[in-house]
């Protein structure tokens, strides 16, 4: 059971305790959580994260191809593969949308990137 992290605060279940969810929702969580976190920023687990944050350095054709190789490496350790990667880009933001494939199953996740001016 993990609990839901929403813009750095867990998600309040409205009785005094936090959200939590289980199975492919729990693996979703912990996948969006690695996702946006930018890697190295914990110095115990300097393998914990992802570099999608450089994603504002590379020139905007290369861009995608980078968010997938950036996903890859930061869910390495999770029982799944990425399989698709869409990078939509609009102003100075981005919406990254992984597909993913664990045990025969699709899931998606989408996370927002910034700095893609």
Same mark, same amino acid.
């Given at each position: 059971?993990?609990?839901?992290?929403?813009?750095?605060?867990?998600?309040?279940?409205?009785?005094?305790?936090?959200? *939590?969810?289980?199975? *492919?929702?729990?693996?979703?969580?912990?996948?969006?959580?690695?996702?946006?976190?930018?890697?190295?920023?914990?110095? +115990?687990?300097?393998? +914990?994260?992802?570099?999608?944050?450089?994603?504002?350095?590379?020139?905007?054709?290369?861009?995608?191809?980078? @968010?997938?190789?950036? @996903?890859?490496?930061?869910? @390495?350790?999770?029982?799944?593969?990425?399989?698709?990667?869409? +990078?939509?880009?609009?102003?100075?933001?981005?919406?990254? *949308?992984?597909?993913?494939?664990?045990?025969?199953?699709?899931?998606?996740?989408?996370?927002?990137?910034?700095?893609?001016?």
């Amino acid at each position: 059971m993990a609990l839901i992290l929403r813009e750095g605060d867990y998600v309040p279940d409205g009785k005094g305790g936090f959200q *939590t969810v289980q199975g *492919t929702q729990e693996l979703l969580e912990r996948v969006l959580w690695k996702l946006t976190v930018r890697r190295g920023s914990f110095p +115990l687990l300097p393998e +914990l994260g992802s570099r999608l944050h450089l994603l504002s350095r590379a020139p905007a054709g290369e861009r995608e191809a980078l @968010a997938g190789q950036y @996903a890859a490496q930061a869910l @390495a350790d999770e029982d799944v593969t990425v399989d698709t990667v869409s +990078l939509a880009q609009e102003g100075g933001r981005g919406t990254l *949308t992984v597909g993913l494939l664990r045990r025969g199953e699709r899931l998606t996740a989408t996370v927002e990137v910034n700095g893609l001016g």
